[in-house]
């Protein structure tokens, strides 16, 4: 039982040991994260490959939080080389909250995107622009009932970028004005460009100066290049210098494709360096396993040496009292079986002294004794009875013995004394101890004067 139980105990520490070792498995929520940081550096492949993990690791989990802002963060990383691909994920984004909704902010953020991303199918294939404003008109009604600022800021600028594609300069510049009263400072310096590039598209150009002047760049790059290169291009038309800025919008969209490159190597860059950290992690996760089991297997090793050592000193301890118990139950039998011998002997001793024979026998003093064929023949049926047949088994082994030597034989075996003997046969107490060796050589074979008659019989 013991045994048992110590062998449960060390599976059990093995089996923990074993889960110790397995690394914590990555969650859609952490998978998110990480793809988020990536995008947040620029790393726009690295970013797309964590995404579809995360979607993988969402649907699995039925994380259907995850799994929507999953497929809506990997719309907008495709929204320039994909916006086909872009809008499919969106509306697939926008299946899964309608069936698993939490909360309505995002819900109104996932129609604008979905309506964005129509909207630029839209232009590229020059087609229709309705279900792109389905979509937002939907979204911004949803954000007007809850009183989302925000969101109404972003979806009347959605409407405003949506009507300049369609080139109703007035209208875009309408829904401009109003994502202006309603924007954040988050969201004004977005809301601003729009509302300069409707000015800017109606050539009502002081306007158009004025607000992108009101636009702070601080450390958007992108954005200050927007800033500039449009208020180059006003001076140039107030200048009446078409061609000049054709050329200075071609030296512009030059500088762009040299910042898309420069933030194609920082891509590059920040990928190799991420590889780096997680070769290093990986290697400082193996040496950490390493110790670990090591120390796993010490432990292990120590407890399955104390549970040997335990087993072994619980069997020798089960031996000592099995030993133990043996030898009290083997002196029990041995006391047992004297006192059945005693009470054997005192049996046959109390037959025998029951018997005419025996009490003649008995009799002290130097009389002559005379014993009857009949009461010899009583005294050895008495002493085959409790004897086991002895004489009788005599009679049949020695065939030749006279009958005086089977009558010394039972005196001999009955414990006569050799007074008593010589009293019965009329000789000698020498003349009886004479005839006893004789027999003993002669018939028994025996020669070792050591060995008495009394020894032969009994044996």
């Known amino acids: ?205 002081d306007s158009a100066e004025t607000v992108y002047r009101r636009i702070n760049p601080a450390d958007d790059v992108h954005l200050a290049y927007i800033v500039q290169s449009n208020l180059a291009k006003i001076a140039l038309r107030r200048l009446g210098a078409t061609q000049v800025e054709d050329s200075v919008a071609e030296a512009f969209d030059q500088i762009e494709d040299f910042y898309y490159k420069a933030l194609e190597q920082k891509d590059q860059y920040y990928q190799e360096t991420l590889r780096q950290e997680m070769v290093n992690q990986q290697l400082e996760y193996r040496s950490q396993m390493y110790a670990r089991t090591l120390f796993i297997i010490i432990i292990a090793s120590l407890i399955v040496i104390s549970a040997m050592v335990m087993v072994v000193r619980y069997r020798m301890q089960v031996q ?22 005693e009470v054997v002997a005192f049996l046959q001793n109390f037959i025998l002294e029951r018997t005419e024979a025996m009490k003649k026998l008995n009799q002290s003093g130097d009389s002559l004794i005379y014993l009857s064929p009949h009461e010899w023949s009583e005294i050895e049926r008495t002493l085959d009875a409790i004897d086991n047949n002895r004489f009788a088994n005599l009679r049949k082994q020695y065939p030749n013995m006279q009958e005086d030597d089977i009558r010394l034989c039972l005196l001999t075996r009955l414990g006569i004394s050799n007074r008593t003997i010589g009293n019965i046969y009329c000789i000698s107490i020498s003349a009886v101890q004479h005839r006893k060796l004789k027999l003993k050589k002669d018939v028994f074979g025996e020669g070792n004067p050591d060995v008495t008659l009394e020894q032969i019989l009994k044996n």
């Not at 099995?322 to 006192?339: F, G, W």
């Open 1 to 205: 039982m013991h045994t048992k139980a110590l062998y449960i105990f060390i599976i059990g520490v093995l089996l923990m040991a074993c889960n110790q070792q397995e690394s914590n498995p990555q969650t859609a929520a952490g998978c998110l994260k990480q793809a988020e940081t990536a995008l947040a550096n620029d790393s726009i492949r690295l970013g797309e490959t964590l995404l579809r993990k995360t979607i993988q690791l969402a649907e699995a989990s039925e994380d259907w939080h995850t799994y929507y802002i999953a497929h809506q963060r990997l719309a907008e990383a495709l929204s320039q080389s994909n916006p086909k691909e872009a809008l499919r994920l969106m509306k697939q984004a926008l299946t899964i909250y309608e069936q698993h909704p939490d909360d309505e902010h995002n819900y109104v953020i996932l129609l604008d995107y979905a309506g964005t991303f129509a909207a630029q199918v839209a232009f590229i294939n020059e087609g229709a622009y309705d279900e792109a404003l389905n979509y937002i008109h939907h979204a911004y009604d949803i954000a007007k009932k809850n009183q989302m600022t925000d969101m109404m800021c972003q979806t009347l600028t959605s409407l405003a970028n949506i009507a300049w594609a369609k080139e109703d300069f007035r209208q875009s510049l309408d829904y401009a004005h109003q994502a202006e009263l309603v924007a954040t400072d988050e969201l004004r310096p977005g809301t601003l460009q729009v509302l300069a590039r409707s000015y800017l598209s109606l050539n009502m150009l």
């Open 320 to 341: 000592r009292q099995t030993q133990r118990q043996l030898q009290q139950e083997a002196e029990h039998q041995k006391a047992q079986l004297h006192q059945a011998n």
